[in-house]
């Protein structure tokens, strides 16, 4: 169970840098954005970046919380 909770770890680190990404591109596309419009295409391209990251540092954490509860 201990191979669990280290895959879930790392399957988390993963997650949050995708998610660290998707906020640097955020940024990025705010002070970039001309209008309204612009900006709102921008981060329309970034949200499934966003999604998926959270996506996976979820099924990372589930890993952890079921290597811990199946550990003797």
Do not use: H, W, Y
């Not at 990404?21 to 419009?37: H, P, Y």
């Not at 921008?42 to 079921?66: D, E, H, T």
């Amino acid at each position: 169970m201990e191979l669990l909770i280290g895959i879930g770890a790392i399957i988390s680190l993963i997650g949050i840098a995708g998610i660290i990404l998707s906020i640097v591109k955020v940024r990025r596309a705010r002070q970039a954005a001309t209008d309204d419009a612009d900006l709102k295409a921008r981060i329309q391209k970034v949200l499934p970046l966003n999604l998926g990251a959270f996506l996976v540092s979820v099924l990372g954490l589930m890993c952890v919380v079921v290597g811990v509860l199946l550990a003797p």
